[in-house]
Nanobody, 119 residues
Framework: QVQLVESGGGLVQAGGSLRLSCSAS????????MGWFRQAPGKEREIVAGISWSGGNTYYANSVKGRFTISRDNAKNTVYLQMNSLKPEDTAVYYC????????????WGQGTQVTVSS
């Protein structure tokens, strides 16, 4: 079992930055595909960014491309999401997730961290 804990959320003004962290315990995530998702009130959960186990391949939703950066430190068993130029529409609960198979669904999820961007 893998436990994921997100941190770094908070309240920020539009145009500001936040860095989210996802710390894993229980097992190493160094061979897992990892992703960041978000869910805003009244909306479905959507993927924000993904990163391969090596960090060599990344994916971004069009809405965050050029503003967010996903990275990982396998030695620390941690994944990050650097969020710059934040917009009010980025307000959501952000979740970290792990896909052990690197091909299938994300099986492990954190509890989420709230990000609120004020205008």
């Amino acid at each position: 079992q893998v436990q994921l804990v997100e941190s770094g959320g908070g309240l920020v003004q539009a145009g500001g930055s936040l860095r989210l962290s996802c710390s894993a315990s229980g097992r190493t995530i160094s061979t897992y595909r990892m992703g960041w998702f978000r869910q805003a009130p009244g909306k479905e959960r959507e993927i924000v960014a993904g990163i391969s186990w090596s960090g060599g391949n990344t994916y971004y939703a069009n809405s965050v491309k050029g503003r967010f950066t996903i990275s990982r430190d396998n030695a620390k068993n941690t994944v990050y999401l650097q969020m710059n130029s934040l917009k009010p529409e980025d307000t959501a609960v952000y979740y970290c997730a792990a896909d052990p198979s690197n091909l299938g669904p994300f099986n492990y999820w954190g509890q989420g961290t709230q990000v609120t961007v004020s205008s």
